[in-house]
T-cell receptor, first 113, second 111 residues
Framework: DVKVTQSSRYLVKRTGEKVFLECVQD?????MFWYRQDPGLGLRLIYF???????EKGDIPEGYSVSREKKERFSLILESASTNQTSMYLC????????????FGQGTRLTVV | DAKTTQPTSMDCAEGRAANLPCNHS???????VYWYRQIHSQGPQYIIH???NNETNEMASLIITEDRKSSTLILPHATLRDTAVYYC????????????FGAGTRLFVKA
C-alpha cells in the first residue's frame, strides 16, 4: 500500500519556537509538496520540490522554509512559529509529469500558542 | 497553472447522481483536469483525471467539454459516505510542477 507519512498528527508549539514537520513517502516519487489548510480557504501551496535539494516557492512561502536532502523526505520548517501559523498542514507526493495522481499524508494539525 | 471555479456547496439525494461542475476557462493544451475529495479530518483522496476525453473509473465519471473550458464530475449513485469537499484542479508539467487547489465544492448527500 502506498504511503505518505507525516511525523505527527497533532502538535502544540509555543510562539517563537522553531518547528519541524516531517514527511516521508515510500513510492520513489520525484515531486513533494507542502500545503496548509484553513477553514474556507481550501489547500494553499507553501513549497514544493521536484528533485532532491530542489525547492520552489508556492503561493504562501513567507515564514516557512523547506529541506529535501533525500528523495523520500521533505521537511517543512517554521523558523519562528507564530499564532497565525496555526493550521492543518498536508504533505503530498507524485511522480514527475502531468499525468500522475498525488498521494496525501494524513495531515498535521499544528497549534501555536 | 490554470485556476478553477466551483460552486461553494451542493446537495444531492442519496441514490441519485451527483453532478459537480468546474470551470477552467484558462486551461492550456497540456494541462490535465484532476478531481480529489476530502472527507473531514483526512488528507485529500484522488478520484479521477483526464486531458480531453471523458473518463470513467470505479468511483466516478469525468466529462470534459470539447473546448476543455469546463468539466463535470459525476458520482452515479451518491451515498452518505460521498459527503465531502470535492476539488477540481488543473496541472501541467513545467520542469517542476505545482498543483493549486481552490476552495472546492462541499457536497452534502442527504438520506
Amino acid at each position: 500500500d502506498v504511503k505518505v507519512t507525516q511525523s505527527s498528527r497533532y502538535l502544540v508549539k509555543r510562539t517563537g519556537e522553531k518547528v519541524f514537520l516531517e514527511c516521508v513517502q515510500d513510492m520513489d516519487h520525484e515531486n513533494m509538496f507542502w500545503y496548509r489548510q484553513d477553514p474556507g480557504l481550501g489547500l494553499r501551496l507553501i513549497y514544493f520540490s521536484y528533485d532532491v535539494k530542489m525547492k520552489e516557492k508556492g503561493d504562501i512561502p513567507e515564514g516557512y522554509s523547506v529541506s529535501r536532502e533525500k528523495k523520500e523526505r521533505f521537511s517543512l520548517i517554521l523558523e519562528s512559529a507564530s499564532t497565525n501559523q496555526t493550521s492543518m498542514y498536508l504533505c503530498a507526493s507524485t511522480h514527475q509529469g502531468a499525468d500522475t495522481e498525488a498521494f496525501f499524508g494524513q495531515g498535521t494539525r499544528l497549534t501555536v500558542v | 497553472d490554470a485556476k478553477t471555479t466551483q460552486p461553494t456547496s451542493m446537495d444531492c439525494a442519496e441514490g441519485r447522481a451527483a453532478n459537480l461542475p468546474c470551470n477552467h476557462s484558462t486551461i492550456s493544451g497540456n494541462e490535465y483536469v484532476y478531481w480529489y475529495r476530502q472527507i473531514h479530518s483526512q488528507g485529500p483522496q484522488y478520484i479521477i483525471h483526464g486531458l480531453k476525453n471523458n473518463e470513467t473509473n470505479e468511483m466516478a465519471s469525468l466529462i470534459i467539454t470539447e473546448d476543455r473550458k469546463s468539466s463535470t464530475l459525476i458520482l452515479p449513485h451518491a451515498t452518505l459516505r460521498d459527503t465531502a469537499v470535492y476539488y477540481c484542479i488543473v496541472r501541467s508539467y513545467t520542469g517542476g510542477f505545482k498543483t493549486i487547489f481552490g476552495a472546492g465544492t462541499r457536497l452534502f448527500v442527504k438520506a
